[in-house]
Every structure is written in structure tokens, then in C-alpha cells.
């Protein structure tokens, strides 16, 4: 069974099927889901892929030290379930992962 995200948004709720260690960035990318920009490519440099975690089958890893001060720095404010979908892998992290997005990325 493969891994799932589900996004949602202010207008819409997808749900996609992940590739095994694909980020929730990645997969938000290669499938259009509105909401996740990922301008620096996954390297948690730029906080364009801000999520909030809503409900996680898995064990998220603990923020590292450039995710934590990446999310002080997001457009929309940081709240205690932030996370970079950057950061967080299919499969490794979680099996099923139920993510909000803010309402603006930059």
C-alpha cells in the first residue's frame, strides 16, 4: 500500500498516493496541488512549503535545526503544528499524513 497525502486547502481537499520517500513537497508539485511552491527545491531554504499537520499515521522525525528556523519565517505565521513538507518523506515518516495549507506560501 502506497503512502497517502492528503492536502487541503481553503477551496478543495486532494488526496494523493506518494511515491516511498517522496516529500510532501515533492508530491504536492508533481501532482498541481495549489498551495505549495517549493522554491528552493527541497533544501528547507525558503519556507514555500509550509504545511500544518492535522493528523499523522507514522512518527513525524523532530524539527531539525534549519526546519525550525525556516518556519519563523513563513508568510503565513507559524503555529505548534508547522512543518516543511520538505521535510517530511513518504513511507520513512509517515504512512498516511493529513496536511492544511496556509493561505499564502510568499
Given at each position: 500500500m502506497m503512502p497517502r497525502i492528503v492536502y487541503i486547502g481553503s477551496?478543495?481537499?486532494?488526496?494523493?498516493?506518494?511515491?516511498?520517500?517522496q516529500s510532501v513537497m515533492r508530491a504536492a508539485i508533481l501532482n498541481g496541488v495549489d498551495g505549495i511552491v517549493g522554491e528552493?527545491?527541497?533544501?528547507?531554504m525558503c519556507a514555500t512549503c509550509h504545511v500544518f499537520v492535522e493528523r499523522?499515521?507514522?512518527?513525524?522525525?523532530?524539527?531539525?535545526?534549519d526546519e525550525d528556523e525556516?518556519?519563523?519565517?513563513?508568510?503565513d505565521?507559524?503555529?505548534?503544528?508547522?512543518?516543511?513538507?520538505c521535510q517530511l518523506s513518504a513511507g520513512e515518516d509517515f504512512a498516511e499524513?493529513?496536511?492544511?495549507l496556509p493561505s499564502s506560501q510568499v
Open positions: 477551496e478543495d481537499r486532494r488526496e494523493i498516493d506518494a511515491e516511498e520517500g528552493c527545491g527541497g533544501q528547507a499523522v499515521e507514522g512518527e513525524l522525525p523532530e524539527i531539525g535545526e525556516m518556519l519563523d519565517c513563513t508568510a505565521p507559524r503555529r505548534e503544528n508547522s512543518r516543511l513538507g499524513l493529513e496536511v492544511r
